[in-house]
């Protein structure tokens, strides 16, 4: 574990241990209120609720441990506040990078490590994949943690002389408070597209949440801002009188771009890699690049770390299968990130298949957009099944087929099963053909009635 399995502050009932505080958090689907019991029965002995708040009939079972209750407005910015002080504020000692948008920001984060750890610097990173303190891991379940959790992470990161923090910062944690009071040394926007419109209700919320990051950059801090896009600009315009330091990433040229890397340039240095490919992933690159610049790396050892980079799981990761077909997998799972890969993918085959499915419980707008991306490129599809949580599989599947021309449909088979599936699509596969296997990327379970099964999609299709 890359933290210690008690926090002192914690809004987890499962982490509260002897002595913590419990901040109790109503969540959009669980109450906070509901756990004080087990809380105090793991042996917290203080909470803070929010108002209004009346204390709870089994407070008076636990009354001989003098539990202080603390009342506040907003219970998630008391917990990053109260977090941050437990473990001796560490963020202050740390370089903390952020990455937020709507597409890229795991591949950036990823990129933006490698180029400081190749130069010598010890680094963290938080990612919707993996969190990591040097060369220790473990799978993240959030893109971007809770604080409590947060604060614990950076702790350890003091502990082991780290000295930058590279991380994935999500609309979700920055509306909800979840990085609250960090000081950022340096802030990145790749991109905005419609996504979580549930949470966020209109494109212009979404884009102000993103926004919230870059008034928590240190005054002179570096800013990058993939301007590229209608959003991006809007968000340089917007910067430009508050936040001098602001830029845009230089010019790329593409000079090799095809299943086996990118060659590209960049302020007249040539970078190779064999990892990535696509023009998205060449903006990436770019983001990235003209980030570490402006820390100070230099572009020789940039070059250096392109060319040693390992890649992203999940993130258009590759397999060629026996029959000398290609299949990636991604996390693509919303309009415009089906849009990035499919283009990317179109041109380097004649025989396209596209496999995914549609997250249940979730904005059903998203499978209308999904499914006529798939019918734009792909000339055969596979509607599966991908978390459908709560909801039937087979109407999240109906709902995507109904987003596809009827021409189109001759070309379209249902297989709810994943696993059957994918070996569906290698079995329709040719030598010549692609295989992409969308939705799920780097996960290893999917859930289905509040129950959670393993399942790993690059695992799956290696066996093809």
């Given amino acids: 574990m ?15 241990g002897l002595g913590s505080t419990f901040v109790a958090i109503k969540g959009k689907v669980t109450d906070g209120n509901n756990f004080i019991e087990q809380a105090l029965e793991q042996g917290a ?11 709870c009939e089994f ?3 636990h009354n001989e441990k003098n539990i202080t209750i603390s009342m506040v ?4 910015k008391t917990l990053a506040i109260m977090s941050s002080n437990a473990a001796g504020n560490p963020a202050s000692q740390l370089k903390i990078i952020g990455v937020t948008g709507t597409k890229g920001k795991t591949t950036t984060t990823y990129l933006i490590e490698h180029m400081l750890r190749t130069s010598g610097h010890k680094t963290a990173m938080l990612t919707g994949v993996v969190n990591q303190i040097l060369d220790q891991k473990e799978p993240s379940t959030l893109t971007t943690p809770e604080s409590d959790y947060l604060h614990m992470f950076f702790a350890e990161c003091v502990k082991q002389n780290v000295e930058y923090v590279v991380m994935e910062v999500s609309s979700h944690a920055l509306s909800l408070f979840r990085t609250h009071g960090i000081i950022f040394e340096a802030a990145a926007f790749t991109n905005l597209a419609p996504e979580h419109m549930d949470f966020h209700e209109t494109l212009e919320n979404y884009f102000a949440a993103k926004m919230m990051l870059f008034d928590q950059v240190k005054p002179n ?3 990058v801002i993939n301007a590229d896009n209608e959003w991006g600009a809007k968000a340089l315009e917007q910067l430009a009188s508050k936040k001098p330091t602001a830029s845009s990433l230089q010019q790329v040229n593409i000079t090799h771009n095809n299943l086996h890397g990118l060659v590209l340039t960049i302020d007249n240095h040539e970078f190779k890699t064999t990892k990535l490919f696509g023009t998205f992933n060449a903006q990436n690159i770019c983001q990235a690049y ?3 610049k402006q820390l100070g ?10 060319a040693s980079f390992p890649g992203v799981p999940g993130r258009l990761q590759g397999h060629q299968l026996a029959n000398g077909a290609y299949a990636f997998v991604d996390y693509a799972h919303n309009g415009s990130s089906f849009e990035a890969v499919l283009s990317t993918l179109r041109p380097l085959t004649k025989h396209l298949i596209v496999v995914f499915g549609c997250g249940g419980n979730r904005d059903k707008m998203r499978r209308t957009l999904l499914g006529q991306r798939a019918a734009e490129y792909a000339d055969s599809i596979i509607l599966t099944d991908d978390n459908p949580r709560f909801e039937k599989s087979e109407a999240i599947i109906n709902d995507i087929l109904q987003a596809i021309p009827t021409p189109k449909r001759d070309h379209v088979v249902c297989e709810p099963n994943r696993h059957l599936a994918l070996a569906r699509a290698a079995a329709q596969a040719t030598p010549e053909s692609i295989i992409a296997i969308l939705g799920k990327g780097h996960e290893t379970s999917y859930i289905v ?3 959670i099964y393993s399942f790993n999609d690059f695992k799956e299709i290696q066996q093809f």
């Fill in 2 to 16: 890359l933290v210690p399995e008690k926090f002192p502050v914690t809004c987890h009932s499962n982490k509260v």
């Fill in 45 to 55: 002995t203080a909470l803070v609720v929010e108002h209004p708040f009346k204390p």
């Fill in 59 to 61: 407070l008076n079972k």
């Fill in 73 to 76: 407005p907003n219970a998630r």
């Fill in 221 to 223: 801090g570096t800013i």
């Fill in 290 to 292: 003209t980030l570490c």
């Fill in 297 to 306: 790396v230099s572009s020789e050892i940039m070059q250096r770390a392109l």
């Fill in 449 to 451: 009635e509040g129950t």
